[in-house]
């Protein structure tokens, strides 16, 4: 859509943003550059790359980008991430303090602090403020382990979530269930009428379905006539792939069934080590590739895993269900049955679902789409269906808009 006359000033604020690679920063950024291209003007207040290195403009596509010091301590432990947050979140408050007032503020939960000094500065300068609850704190914690239910943190972040939830004008939400989930922060009888479910996208144009012949990620890969399953994406610590690993190893006179696993994090290691212990000639364990690549191995599957830990399963929808989906592959939800992603799939049949360890089923189920390749066409030619009547950019935007400046 054309640019038309000023619509009104946006600020975010978020851990980080473009360039660094993170899913949350890239979608932030195309919504950003959305809300641009309707006519807003839209200021983002952000950290420092964790690369240095990096270019760093003060506008991207339009959207200004402003940053305070980040230390960047490690973010694969809890401490690390609330220390990064502890240290931008007052940084961002002062500079917030003096700055212009904006039309509307949203705020994400990419950093514990963030959303309390979005929720300081409605209260302080009278500045609306949306809360954009993409991944649910302290509940993830809780379920990892880090911390336990009923210790003094988790009550102090549940307390600070009740005067967030309360104080945001909206709250946007990425699936049904976590409608649900988050609606106990809420004032009584409020949850309908506050929280808004909109899911992510992926760019349907950048990625697409490619067929294997023409696809060099798959030829440099000797891809090409193979049936891949393919996880590609971050393993952090919410993340399991052993099922896969085993299930591998029982399907190995399946001559041309390859298992690609394609990224970087936590538990990478871990996997690697899993491979090559079992001595593995139909796993293929690759590092996170290059911005111009990713087009070309996001495609590269027939069916794409989606998983995430239970407990960790209902309390967000992994970004990579939508480029997947994108993609035009079958899903493998890795996840209990009461999740939004189990939903999804179930919906609009699109693959199957197994629940986190159970080797037996993912073996089962592999080898029907193996023997029946039509049913896995038809279950890929209603994934990228879905994307375009669900899941694309355009339409996310349009949501957002009705959010961030109802008429």
């Known amino acids: 859509m054309e640019n038309q006359a000023q619509r009104g000033l946006i600020y975010f604020i978020t851990d980080r943003i ?15 550059q959305g809300l641009v291209r309707r006519g807003f003007e839209v200021t983002v207040w952000s950290s ?6 990096l270019h760093r403009p003060a506008v991207i596509d339009g959207v200004s ?23 931008i979140s007052p940084l961002l408050f002062l500079r917030l303090l003096v700055a212009k007032s904006p039309d509307v503020v949203m705020a994400d939960t990419s950093s514990p602090f963030l959303a309390l000094t979005a929720l300081i500065l409605h209260y302080v300068r009278g500045w609306r403020f949306v809360y954009l609850a993409t991944e649910l704190y302290p509940d993830i914690a809780v379920e990892l382990g880090y911390v336990k239910r009923r210790h003094p943190l988790t009550k102090l972040w549940e307390f600070t979530n009740r005067k967030i939830y309360v104080g945001a004008a909206r709250v946007v939400v990425i699936g049904e269930r976590l409608k649900d989930v988050v609606s106990k922060y809420a ?23 490619i067929a294997k012949e023409s696809n060099p990620f798959c030829q440099e890969h000797q891809l090409t006539g193979k049936f891949v399953v393919l996880y590609s994406g971050t393993l952090g610590w919410s993340h399991n792939l052993d099922t896969f690993v085993l299930a591998a190893d029982r399907l190995q006179e399946l001559e041309d069934l390859r298992f690609v696993f394609i990224g970087h994090g936590a538990g990478w290691n871990h996997l690697s080590e899993m491979v090559k212990q079992r001595d593995l000639a139909n796993v293929l364990v690759l590092p996170f590739q290059p911005e111009e690549i990713a087009p070309y191995s996001m495609a590269c599957g027939d069916l794409s895993i989606v998983t995430l830990q239970p407990g960790v399963d209902r309390l967000t929808i992994p970004s990579k269900l939508y480029s997947s989906l994108a993609a035009g592959q079958g899903i493998i939800v890795m996840m209990g049955e009461s999740t939004d992603s189990s939903d999804l799939v179930h919906k609009h049949a699109i693959g199957f679902r197994v629940s986190q360890g159970d080797v037996d089923t993912m073996v089962r189920e592999l080898r029907r789409l193996y023997d029946d390749r039509q049913l896995l066409a038809t279950m890929q030619q209603r994934a990228r269906q879905t994307f375009d009547d669900y899941f694309g950019l355009e339409r996310a935007i349009d949501e957002y808009v009705a959010v961030l400046c109802p008429r």
Not at 19 to 26: E, G, L, S, Y
Not at 48 to 53: A, F, I, L, S, W
């Open 65 to 87: 980008v402003k940053r305070v010091y980040s230390p960047h301590f490690s973010r694969r432990i809890p401490l690390g991430r609330l220390g990064n947050s502890f240290v």
């Open 18 to 32: 473009a360039p660094d690679v993170t899913t949350n920063a890239r979608l932030l950024l195309e919504l950003a």
């Open 48 to 53: 420092t790359p964790e690369d240095r290195k």
């Open 187 to 209: 004032r009584a009888g409020t949850a309908d009428e506050k929280i808004t479910v909109i899911h992510n996208w992926a760019d349907g144009h950048r990625i697409a379905p």
